[in-house]
């Protein structure tokens, strides 16, 4: 694990799309059951269309030892009075080469630390076989209520999907 120290989160602007977009697009191209979002709908949208998700969305880029945007987290809050007590955390991706330096964990602190004030809780969903990012999850509080049988279909198979949330 590196220094904490070392990694550099902050809030993504507009711009930051190009970047937000070439790492959002290698997370749906290569792990496509991860993400409720398909490679093939997001890699024709204009890069207006991915700054504008971030100033739209309170998302946050981490950066390990080298410059290059190696991971972000965003968190959602529905605009309806009814649902704005519950965030949203979306878009987790950490590049192969910045797993294990503490980065993942950092920026899933720096959404929650973000998202205290603004919203009463935070749900996500998570691929049930991703034990990684479900340890993670539970170490930052999330805890499991509901999986969602056949939440996906990705070129004709089905996966499910896991809810998990966290009050505070």
């Not at 980065?103 to 809780?121: H, I, S, T």
């Amino acid at each position: 694990m590196q220094n904490a120290n070392t990694l550099r989160i902050r809030r993504l602007t507009p711009a930051d799309a190009e970047a937000f977009r070439e790492i959002r697009l290698e997370g749906l191209q290569r792990y496509p059951a991860s993400f409720g979002a398909a490679y093939d709908d997001e890699r024709t949208q204009a890069l207006e269309w991915f700054g504008a998700r971030t100033a739209d969305h309170a998302i946050f880029g981490g950066h390990a030892s080298d410059c290059a945007l190696a991971g972000v987290a965003g968190l959602l809050v529905p605009s309806g009075a009814k649902m704005k007590h519950k965030g949203i955390l979306w878009g987790m991706y950490v590049r192969e080469s910045a797993r294990g330096t503490g980065l993942a964990a950092a920026l899933v602190e720096r959404v929650l630390a973000y998202a205290r004030g603004v919203v009463d809780e935070i749900k996500l969903e998570v691929a049930p076989d991703n034990l990684a990012a479900i340890r993670l999850y539970r170490a930052a509080g999330f805890v499991e209520y509901a999986r969602e049988p056949r939440a996906l279909k990705i070129d004709g198979t089905y996966h499910d999907s896991v809810s998990m949330a966290l009050r505070f």
